[in-house]
T-cell receptor
Framework: DTAVSQTPKYLVTQMGNDKSIKCEQN?????MYWYKQDSKKFLKIMFS???????INETVPNRFSPKSPDKAHLNLHINSLELGDSAVYFC?????????????FGPGTRLLVL | DAKTTQPPSMDCAEGRAANLPCNHS???????VYWYRQIHSQGPQYIIH???NNETNEMASLIITEDRKSSTLILPHATLRDTAVYYC??????????????FGQGTTLQVKP
């Protein structure tokens, strides 16, 4: 019954590899987000999709490519992983049609690049 | 979206009220004050939000000053499970709203037995 779920929960990989993390929400929301929390615990928005359309694309290396196959899913693919990509990645969702609706966050994906 | 300022850390005794302040002196008329918290290793969790009136829900109360330049989140009876980082965020609800949340450093609340 999890509202926003992410897979995998943990991901350990070597530098240079390509990996994907997935997010799914069952709340009927029209907007999904990816946030990154680095080792200093700062949470920062990366991307957002509204009805499968990219609406936020912060200054993120183009090795990061989000994909939204439908409104309930937002995946994040990372090419050529670097040590600095190690972080916790949080997915979130809400409904922009209902402006006051708050964002619900997933449990996070802990990525460690060796 | 306006910037917010919070103390980096606070302590509170278990069972007592925790009062977490936030300054948002550049807030504009259509911007709301939101509070989220992040318990260790978990995703951020919504607590409460308001525009200008004081708000209360099952988790907390939000007191916003009349000039709206600051607010206080009140946890009326703090428990050990309330130990977390608390974020005060200002966000508009206009037609250009993309919904993104801009997190600052937050206040680390330590509830002690």
């Amino acid at each position: 019954d999890t509202a926003v779920s992410q897979t995998p929960k943990y991901l350990v990989t070597q530098m240079g590899n390509d990996k994907s993390i997935k997010c799914e929400q069952n709340l009927g929301h029209d907007t999904m987000y990816w946030y990154k929390q680095d080792s200093k615990k700062f949470l920062k928005i990366m991307f957002s999709y509204n009805n499968k359309e990219l609406i936020i694309n912060e200054t993120v290396p183009n090795r990061f490519s989000p994909k939204s196959p439908d409104k309930a899913h937002l995946n994040l693919h990372i090419n050529s992983l670097e040590l600095g990509d190690s972080a916790v990645y949080f997915c979130a969702s809400n409904s922009l049609r209902r402006a006051r609706e708050t964002q619900y966050f997933g449990p996070g994906t802990r990525l460690l690049v060796l | 979206d306006a910037k917010t300022t919070q103390p980096p850390s606070m302590d509170c005794a278990e069972g007592r009220a925790a009062n977490l302040p936030c300054n948002h002196s550049t807030i504009s008329g259509n911007e709301y004050v939101y509070w989220y918290r992040q318990i260790h290793s978990q995703g951020p969790q919504y607590i409460i939000h308001g525009l200008k009136n004081n708000e209360t829900n099952e988790m907390a109360s939000l007191i916003i000053t009349e000039d709206r330049k600051s607010s206080t989140l009140i946890l009326p009876h703090a428990t050990l499970r309330d130990t977390a980082v608390y974020y005060c965020i200002v966000r508009g609800h206009g037609s250009s709203n993309t919904g993104k949340l801009i997190f600052g450093q937050g206040t680390t609340l330590q509830v002690k037995p």
